[in-house]
């Protein structure tokens, strides 16, 4: 069976780094193209980056610039590098990726940034 597991959340204060791991288990298949998303309380699920199979990347307005979405193929991980936190990057964090036509989700990492 497919898992998603996140790591990396934590509290951090205004300006500080987090570095997310979403580690895959359960396929031989390389993950080829990954996503970040969060959902912050009362908000909808937003896109936050994507990396695509051919190694392209896209990236939320708001976290354009200070995040970083990339990927360990040994390792079948895939990363959010997070610089310069805002309190409105508060929100669970999860990972999801396409897998034979499967869409699978990660239960998500609480990152709280402080003021």
């Known amino acids: 069976q497919v898992q998603l597991v996140e790591s990396g959340g934590g509290l951090v204060q205004a300006g500080g780094s987090l570095r997310l791991s979403c580690a895959v288990s359960g396929t031989t298949f390389s993950i080829k193209a990954a996503g970040w998303y969060r959902q912050a309380p009362g908000k909808q699920r937003e896109l936050v980056a994507t990396?695509?199979?051919?190694?392209?990347?896209n990236y939320a307005d708001s976290v354009m610039g200070r995040f970083i979405i990339s990927r360990d193929n040994a390792k079948n991980t895939v990363f959010l590098q997070m610089n310069s936190l805002k309190p409105e990057d508060t929100a669970v964090y999860y990972c999801q990726t396409n897998l034979l036509g499967f869409v699978y989700w990660g239960q998500g990492t609480q990152v709280t940034v402080s003021s």
């Open positions: 990396r695509r199979s051919d190694g392209s990347t």
